[in-house]
């Protein structure tokens, strides 16, 4: 079955920058023809969508990272990143990838962590 694996999260001070990776082991062809987005989940809250890329490369953000936030897509590598400038205490969230568009979603994985301190 497919594996994402999800990295490139830290510390960071507001108004800094990371860039995520999640790689998509197992998945195939089918990579390239999914939507992929990233998600992220804060403590007590629900995980929500917050950027999302088709197979086009068309892209749609969430209102709370757009023009802060860039999702990009390798299908060769099957690895979709997710570029974060200008972050803010309240980006702090564990970070996950998986498929977003209507099909069945992936295994998660275990996301990774990006704490902006204030």
């Known amino acids: 079955q497919v594996q994402l694996v999800e990295s490139g999260g830290g510390l960071v001070q507001a108004g800094g920058s990371l860039r995520l990776s999640c790689a998509a082991s197992n998945s195939g062809i089918i990579f390239s023809i999914r939507v992929m987005g990233w998600y992220r989940q804060a403590p007590g809250k629900q995980r929500e969508l917050v950027a999302s890329?088709?197979?086009?490369?068309?892209?749609n953000y969430a209102d709370s990272v757009k023009g802060r936030f860039t999702i990009s897509r390798d299908n060769a590598k099957k690895t979709v990143y997710l570029q974060m400038n200008s972050l803010k205490p309240e980006d702090t969230a564990v970070y996950y990838c998986?498929?977003?568009?209507?099909?069945?979603?992936?295994?998660w994985g275990q996301g990774t962590q990006v704490t902006v301190s204030s």
């Open positions: 998986n498929v977003a568009d209507s099909g069945s979603q992936w295994p």
């Open positions: 890329i088709s197979r086009g490369d068309s892209t």
